[in-house]
């Protein structure tokens, strides 16, 4: 089993924090786009329930001590009231690594999902079976669902990280969850028609052997890259450098792919202070891939001249 060090990634607004299994995670409901008419303690209510749920409950076959948890965040931001105790909100993931013998920790996942509907009468049981991922209610298994799904791609990539191909039968898991996804009029983001950045295309790319190189990135990204820099900076960023000139292969046989974006949403800090005292030909080299691979952050590469 790998050895995590505590992460400390703090939402601005209050959260409630519990000791869980696999994962030590903080969830935030904010309300304040709903009317004041609506009875705010069933938020209070879902808050700690979803934080009990996510903590407490068996994802892996694996035992994880304290400090190995995966350190975590959830924002459920709640935005509208639909009626019939249903409501439409947006979920941030977020999720971050520790990087071997350093303070550091770096992203993993940061990611804003705006198409999560659900229902939740208050004291409702928060329940969630992978094999019947539906339930008697789609709407009201929603969000117990894409919680789930985002746990299985959390673990995925944290697995990832620290063995080649370790994080497979996450990302299986959560392809199983798309396959089985509550189906309502109102509920979106599980198929490939309803757009090309959503639950479906992130978890059919990391499933698909067409991009199987973004898992030889992330592991080779943290074992050859990250976690070297105690020992030596030169050959972290040369670990960091050839996850680059694999990213670029990736995105030149599958341009505009869902998981290159995915992969970025946070890094791009990161990857300004990996070769920010780079030499001059390896800093030129990372700018040029990083401008093309990563357009939405191109201004911040201009920084590595």
Known sequence: MHKKFLVAIIFSTAVLFVQGQELQARLTIISVKISSTVNKSVFQTLQTSLTNFINNRKWTNDVFQTAEKIQCNFLLNIEEALGNDVY?????????????????????INFLDDDVVFRYAEFQPIEFNENRVQGNDPVAANLTAILAYYIDIILGFDYDSFSLRGGDIYFQKAWNIVNNAPESGSIKGWKSFEGLRNRYWLAENLNNNRFALIHDVMYSYYRSGLDRFYESEDEARKGVMNCLNYLSSLDKDNPN??????????????????????????????????????????????ELK
């Open 88 to 108: 439409r909100a947006k979920l941030t993931i977020q999720a971050a690594r520790p990087v071997h013998n350093t303070s550091y920790n770096s992203p993993i």
């Open 257 to 302: 792919s869902m998981i290159l974006q995915f992969f970025f949403q946070g890094k791009s800090n990161e990857m300004v202070k990996v070769f920010s005292h780079a030499s001059a030909d390896l800093k030129t080299r990372a700018r040029e891939i990083l401008m093309k691979i990563d357009i939405s952050n191109a201004e911040m590469y201009k």
